[in-house]
């Protein structure tokens, strides 16, 4: 049974950061995509950034774009999502997920094959 566990949200003021991070239990993420995604109150889940099994490959969703960075370390097996210049719209639980198969970080949750149990962030204004 594959495990991931995020850790690292909280409450946090409009402008500030906040650095999650995602922990696979042995071994189950390294060789494999892995990404975020969020889910604010009455919506869908959405992807928001991803990075390919090497590390060599990213994507991030427009919103994020220059405010969020993405990394993994694979001899850790974890990988982080660095979030800065936070602002009440990037409120929502954050879930990491890995990517079924070898390829290009992609964003529809169908190709996603194992989820954590989420953490939330909230930004006050």
């Known amino acids: 049974q594959v495990e991931l566990h995020e850790s690292g949200g909280g409450l946090v003021q409009a402008g500030e950061s906040l650095r999650l991070s995602c922990a696979g239990a042995a071994r189950t993420i390294s060789g494999f995509g892995v990404s975020w995604f969020r889910q604010a109150s009455g919506k869908e889940r959405e992807f928001v950034a991803g990075?390919?099994?090497?590390?060599?490959?990213?994507d991030y969703t427009d919103s994020v774009k220059g405010r969020f960075t993405i990394s993994r370390d694979n001899l850790k097996n974890m990988v982080h999502l660095q979030m800065r210049s936070l602002n009440p719209e990037d409120t929502a639980v954050y879930y990491c997920a890995r990517q079924m198969r070898v390829s290009r970080p992609a964003r529809e949750v169908d190709e996603y094959d194992f989820w954590g149990q989420g953490t939330q962030v909230t930004v006050s204004s």
């Open positions: 990075i390919s099994w090497s590390g060599g490959d990213t």
